[in-house]
């Protein structure tokens, strides 16, 4: 998994929407003051920046060096975040957490295997979490465009073997089915705008249309998705509401 996102940290931490403060003060709340808390796949800190003002530690996690580095810069100033390079094969080789947070990473892992294995890790009242989007996402107001825009350049989607759109088995019956089935949702409302450069930058963010998949296709690619977008809005500018859900997984008491 470390050459997914080739050359997409940069515009993973400036495109990538956050989730949003109720959502974050939602974890924070769970995992509480002194929880330290696993970042599984953290990206460039996009939970665990925002996350460790309000709680004991984070642990972040990601397999990528780029996504680290640029982690580790933004939180420049944030005392209590370790960066760590590992993946979810990995998780008796990291220090001890009592929590873990997974946003858009779950569906890259195998999953069944995660969870039976932090089963034995998590002490007890050891709390998975879950931020991002729920069963029924919001698709943005350019994403048929893009699409049409990826398939012209060859950069379709492609997923883990274990995922959803692989399996057909959402995150919440996977989790349903594990040893973490006592399972509270929430969902909670964030308004987002984006232009024609922030959408791009999305594009670009993305595993299968990173820069290191379109190669010498970046700038071609850059500009046909300009053109496209123009056409779909001359505006040049999108707002919407994405919905987050915050789904956090207990054991069950007893």
């Given at each position: 998994?470390?050459?997914?996102?080739?050359?997409?940290?940069?515009?993973y931490?400036?495109?990538?929407?956050?989730?949003?403060?109720?959502?974050?003060?939602?974890?924070a709340?769970?995992?509480?003051?002194?929880?330290?808390v696993?970042d599984?796949?953290?990206?460039?800190?996009?939970?665990?920046?925002?996350?460790?003002?309000?709680v004991?530690e984070?642990?972040?996690?990601?397999?990528?060096?780029?996504?680290?580095?640029?982690g580790r810069?933004?939180?420049?100033?944030v005392p209590?975040?370790?960066?760590l390079?590992?993946?979810?094969?990995?998780?008796?080789?990291l220090?001890?957490?009592?929590?873990?947070?997974?946003?858009?990473?779950?569906?890259?892992?195998?999953?069944?295997a995660?969870?039976?294995?932090?089963d034995?890790?998590l002490p007890?009242?050891?709390?998975?979490?879950?931020?991002?989007?729920?069963r029924?996402?919001?698709?943005?107001?350019?994403?048929?465009?893009?699409?049409?825009?990826?398939?012209?350049?060859?950069?379709?989607?492609?997923?883990?073997?274990?995922s959803?759109?692989?399996?057909?088995?959402?995150?919440?019956?996977?989790?349903?089915?594990?040893?973490?089935?006592d399972?509270?949702?929430?969902?909670?409302?964030?308004?987002?705008?984006?232009?024609?450069?922030?959408?791009?930058?999305?594009?670009?963010?993305?595993?299968y249309?990173?820069?290191?998949?379109?190669?010498?296709?970046?700038?071609?690619?850059?500009?046909?998705a300009?053109k496209?977008?123009?056409?779909l809005?001359?505006?040049g500018t999108?707002?919407?509401t994405?919905l987050?859900?915050?789904?956090?997984?207990?054991r069950?008491?007893?």
């Amino acid at each position: 998994m470390t050459d997914l996102f080739g050359g997409a940290a940069p515009y993973y931490a400036k495109y990538r929407p956050d989730h949003g403060d109720q959502a974050i003060e939602h974890l924070a709340r769970t995992f509480g003051p002194d929880g330290v808390v696993l970042d599984l796949g953290c990206g460039p800190g996009t939970v665990a920046i925002p996350l460790a003002r309000s709680v004991g530690e984070v642990l972040a996690v990601d397999p990528d060096e780029g996504m680290l580095e640029t982690g580790r810069a933004l939180a420049a100033g944030v005392p209590n975040i370790r960066w760590l390079r590992g993946d979810s094969t990995r998780l008796r080789e990291l220090p001890a957490f009592g929590h873990i947070v997974m946003g858009r990473s779950f569906h890259w892992m195998d999953r069944r295997a995660v969870l039976a294995e932090l089963d034995e890790l998590l002490p007890p009242g050891g709390v998975v979490a879950l931020v991002g989007p729920g069963r029924q996402p919001v698709e943005e107001p350019w994403e048929p465009t893009m699409r049409r825009v990826r398939e012209e350049f060859d950069a379709y989607t492609f997923t883990a073997t274990d995922s959803f759109q692989a399996s057909g088995e959402h995150p919440h019956d996977v989790l349903a089915t594990s040893p973490f089935s006592d399972l509270e949702s929430t969902m909670y409302e964030h308004r987002l705008t984006y232009d024609v450069d922030a959408v791009i930058g999305l594009q670009l963010s993305y595993s299968y249309s990173s820069p290191a998949r379109l190669g010498d296709r970046l700038e071609p690619f850059k500009e046909a998705a300009r053109k496209a977008l123009l056409a779909l809005d001359p505006s040049g500018t999108w707002e919407y509401t994405d919905l987050i859900e915050v789904l956090i997984a207990r054991r069950p008491a007893g």
